[in-house]
C-alpha cells in the first residue's frame, strides 16, 4: 500500500510571501523560491483567497531578477534601454514603474533634456541654411505663364483681410477698459485718454486719466479727471483709512494669500 505523504506546514514567514508576491510574482519563480511544487503552491493561494492582478493574465510575469533592477536601474536609466536587458517593450516597463511606485530621477531628466537639446542642433546641420545664404530665386521674375496661372490667388491692390475693422470700432480689453480704433491698419487707444486729448489737449507727464464715478466704462468727458501719479497712488493707499481699519484690512488681505496659496496646491 502506498504511504500518504504529510501535508504540508506553512510558516507564518511563507503565508506573508505568498500573499504579497503571488499577485505580481511568476508562479513559477515563486514555488522556486518557497520550495514547493507550483500546483501546491497554487492550491495555498486558493485557499488564502489569493490571486492573480488581473493585469497579470497573458502577459510575460515579473520575476524577483527584473524587480531588482528596475528598482537599481530605473531611476537613472532610458526605459527603452531597460526594457531591451529584460526583453520587454518600453510600455511594460514604464507600467510596472508606475505599480512599484518608482520614477526617474530629476537629474536624470535635467540630462537627458540637455541632451536632446543638443542633439536637435545638430540634427539637419549640413542640410541647413547658413546664414547670409542668398536664395536661388533672387532677382529672378515669374513667367508670364506662372504669373497668369498665380493671379487669380494674389491679393488685390488695397484688398482688406476680412476680419478688419473700421476707424472708431470699440472693444473691452481683459482689464474692463474701453479701446477705440483710431487708425489703420490696427492702431487702437484707451477711449478715455482718447476722450481727453480730443476736448482737453495733450495729457501731462506722469499723469492719469481716471473715473470720478469709479466706473471705466463711463468715458464722458465730465466723468474724466487728470491727476498726477503720487495723487493716484495716495488715493487708493491703505494709509488713508483710520488705524484699526488699515490692521483689519491687513489681517483680511494676509488670510485672502494664504486661502489662494491653500487653493493652487
Not at 500500500?1 to 514567514?13: D, F, G, Q, V
Not at 487707444?189 to 469709479?214: A, C, N, Q, S, Y
Request: hydrophobic letters at 30%; charged letters at 35%; one cysteine or more.
Amino acid at each position: 500500500m502506498r504511504k500518504r505523504k504529510s501535508p504540508r506546514i506553512w510558516t507564518r514567514e511563507e503565508e506573508g510571501i505568498l500573499k504579497n508576491e503571488y499577485p505580481t510574482t511568476s508562479t513559477k519563480e515563486l514555488a522556486k523560491r518557497l520550495n514547493v511544487s507550483q500546483e501546491l503552491l497554487r492550491s495555498k493561494a486558493k485557499r488564502m483567497s489569493v490571486k492573480k492582478d488581473a493585469w497579470t493574465h497573458g502577459r510575460q510575469p515579473w520575476t524577483r531578477d527584473h524587480k531588482e533592477m528596475m528598482t537599481k536601474y530605473f531611476a537613472i536609466t532610458k526605459s527603452s534601454d531597460l526594457a531591451k536587458k529584460m526583453n520587454r517593450s518600453v510600455n511594460s516597463v514604464n507600467s510596472q514603474a508606475i505599480v512599484m511606485g518608482i520614477s526617474k530621477d530629476e537629474d536624470y531628466l535635467k540630462e537627458v533634456a540637455i541632451q536632446r537639446d543638443l542633439d536637435l542642433t545638430k540634427r539637419g546641420e549640413k542640410t541647413r541654411f547658413k546664414k547670409g545664404r542668398v536664395s536661388n530665386r533672387k532677382g529672378v521674375k515669374l513667367t508670364p505663364e506662372q504669373f497668369a496661372k498665380m493671379k487669380p490667388n494674389m491679393f488685390k491692390k488695397g484688398h482688406k483681410t476680412h476680419n478688419t475693422k473700421p476707424i472708431g470700432y470699440s472693444r473691452i480689453t481683459a482689464d474692463g477698459y474701453i479701446e477705440v480704433k483710431v487708425e489703420q491698419p490696427k492702431r487702437f487707444e484707451l477711449l478715455h485718454r482718447f476722450m481727453w486729448k480730443v476736448w482737453k489737449g495733450p495729457i501731462p507727464e506722469d499723469h492719469i486719466i481716471t473715473f470720478k464715478d469709479g466706473n471705466q466704462k463711463n468715458c464722458n468727458i465730465e466723468n474724466l479727471i487728470c491727476i498726477s501719479k503720487a495723487d493716484n497712488m495716495n488715493r487708493n493707499n491703505i494709509n488713508r483709512y483710520p488705524t484699526d481699519l488699515r490692521d483689519t484690512m491687513w489681517q483680511i488681505g494676509r488670510l485672502k494669500s494664504k486661502i489662494k496659496k491653500i487653493t493652487n496646491q
